[in-house]
């Protein structure tokens, strides 16, 4: 009992104690949490109506929000999730309940719209400015006329529920965020077209994590990267999301302008507009122009959403078309004689026509039209609102600052993942039990075995709690680092016992010249291993930045923190 006592009370000791503490803190482990993880929510879906918002992309895994019951019915998984929301029906209040409150929900109808070729006459209102004398002074005012207009007749076809708009995964039962790896998604390495200086890198970095926030990404990490060559690099790793959407959402600049003729009406983002409608009652399918074929036989759909100006966008328009001609069409209808052109990427997507009421106005409040195109009409009305959804998405966050290639992209299935860890684990384990047995082989005594193997799970213990703290994500190539950093550990260890056990039986030993001697050794070797690390952080753009860091923090932790404990464990379990 006196050495366990001498153990237990030395600072080295204590200290490591202390540092296993934290990091079980900062791990948080609840092998034991049930329930499902909520990823993300749709907008204007039933979730996002009722209240439940998606979860910041800081937070930690066990702070997020978790879904444990359904009308009290228990929710441990996804499977009981699904099971559940297959068996609802339209129009039902349904009670969700999370970790931290309680949602009323209400499932809605899922209709499909199909455009007929009848047409009808449709009044829709029109805002125009009229200018009013009153009491000798003249005002502009907005006045409400009703104006007939001829749309195709629409059908709409019932076709199931809607879905609720939760994204949802299996809870987590720890703080350590999994990599890309082992939970499944979307890798994409960016390369700018140009060199760009740091501050614009930040504001494209930034400008694109709105763009993925806007979209209902929130799982999602967007870093810069390089490599040793300079180049520039981004690295984005999202989480529920398809190859496709990401090509047009990231490599895309997302350029938007409004022109008149060769002048600049408006450009996308907070600087010329101050709303875009993406709800239903204000953008989707145009009713006045629907859905038709055109030449080659094919189907092409229009859509249309309407959006506020700022002040200053509204006045160009003015200065635009106050010296334009007024003409007329076939129908009678009277327009000005240019039109507002629409462009994304310098692509034109839409010309629309400008009515002559809108001559030298400031008008703020417009619509937005555009069109889809595929073989079938359901085809074409799908990609109709996915150009649409992606104009709206560019529209709110403006363009990025400079064009991005794709270099390279990798799409991760997350069974394969979950399989991992699986095996990994069952691995992990065998391998300390093999460590164990070599080691006891080798020195036959308890005393030099047992205080390295715990050393062994000490370190793993400090390395994950090390990634909980700072969020860093739990990858193929970390859990190499993590391999690497033990490996190294048993390898100090070892040169500690032997320098230990050398000279043990004579009559004069000196503990501190020995455990001198080893830690030269150890230091050499530290040294070494991060000198040959640091590149690695800037190698294959930043694709391996993970082992770097992770081996550099392991070998950091043992040779500073858990090696000098199991020194003097050593020393006290040995010396008479």
């Not at 237990?8 to 949490?33: D, E, K």
């Amino acid at each position: 009992m006196g050495k366990t006592k001498k153990i237990f009370t030395s600072l080295r000791v204590i200290v490591v104690l202390i540092a296993v503490l934290l990091a079980i803190v900062a791990i948080h482990p609840n092998p034991w949490v049930t329930g499902v993880a909520i990823r993300s929510i749709e907008l204007n879906s039933s979730a996002s109506l009722a209240g439940i918002e998606s979860p910041k992309p800081t937070s930690s895994p066990m702070s997020k929000e978790r879904i444990t019951s359904i009308n009290n019915i228990p929710i441990k998984n996804v499977l009981d999730y699904e099971n559940f929301v297959s068996s609802l029906t339209v129009n039902r209040t349904i009670t969700v309940k999370t970790n931290k409150q309680s949602y009323l929900l209400k499932t809605k109808p899922a209709y499909k719209t199909i455009i007929l070729n009848e047409t009808e006459e449709q009044i829709i209102p029109e805002i125009i400015q009229i200018n009013e004398t009153i009491n000798g002074t003249t005002t502009l005012i907005n006045k409400t006329i009703n104006k007939t207009i001829l749309v195709n007749k629409t059908l709409k076809e019932f076709i199931g529920m809607e879905d609720l708009g939760l994204k949802v995964y299996n809870a987590p039962t720890t703080n350590i965020k999994k990599g890309l790896d082992l939970q499944g998604g979307t890798r994409v390495l960016l390369q700018p077209e140009e060199t760009i200086p740091k501050d614009m890198m930040g504001l494209t970095i930034e400008n694109m994590k709105e763009r993925l926030n806007v979209y209902g990404i929130t799982d999602v990490i967007v870093r810069e990267a390089g490599d040793l060559s300079g180049n520039q690099y981004i690295l984005a790793e999202i989480a529920g999301m398809t190859e496709d959407e990401v090509r047009g959402l990231l490599s895309k600049q997302g350029k938007f302008e409004a022109k008149i003729g060769e002048s600049i009406v408006f450009n996308g983002g907070e600087k010329d507009i101050t709303y875009v409608c993406r709800s239903a009652d204000c953008s989707g399918i145009d009713p006045g122009k629907g859905c038709g074929r055109v030449n080659d036989g094919t189907w092409a759909c229009s859509f249309r959403f309407s959006i506020a100006l700022k002040p200053e966008a509204a006045q160009r328009q003015a200065d635009l078309t106050r010296d334009l001609e007024i003409i007329s069409s076939e129908s009678g209808e009277e327009y000005l004689s240019q039109d507002l052109k629409l462009l994304l990427d310098d692509k034109e997507v839409d010309t629309l026509k400008i009515g002559a009421d809108l001559k030298g106005r400031p008008v703020t409040d417009i619509q937005i039209s555009g069109s889809g195109a595929g073989n079938t009409q359901q085809e074409a009305v799908f990609n109709a609102l996915e150009n649409m959804k992606k104009m709206q998405t560019v529209l709110v966050t403006g363009s990025l600052p400079v064009q991005l290639n794709i270099a390279k992209i990798d799409i991760i299935s997350p069974a394969l993942g979950s399989e991992f860890i699986q095996e990994a684990g069952l691995i992990a384990i065998l391998a300390i039990i093999a460590i164990f047995l070599i080691i006891f082989i080798k020195y036959r005594t308890l005393k030099v075995t047992i205080p390295m193997a715990l050393t062994l799970i000490i370190e793993v213990i400090l390395i994950l709690g090390i990634a909980a703290l700072i969020g860093w994500d739990l990858d193929l190539a970390a859990i190499a680092g993590i391999i690497i950093a033990v490996g190294t550990g048993i390898d100090h260890q070892i040169i500690i016992a032997d320098e230990s056990l050398k000279g043990l039986t004579a009559k004069i030993y000196d503990w501190k010249t020995k455990i001198k001697r080893a830690f030269f050794i150890i230091i050499v070797a530290y040294t070494t291993t991060v000198v040959a690390m640091i590149p690695l952080m800037f190698a294959g753009a930043g694709l391996l930045k993970g082992f770097a860091l992770t081996t550099i923090i392991g070998v950091s932790i043992g040779v500073f923190i858990s090696r000098p404990a199991y020194a003097k464990t050593l020393e006290i379990l040995l010396k008479d």
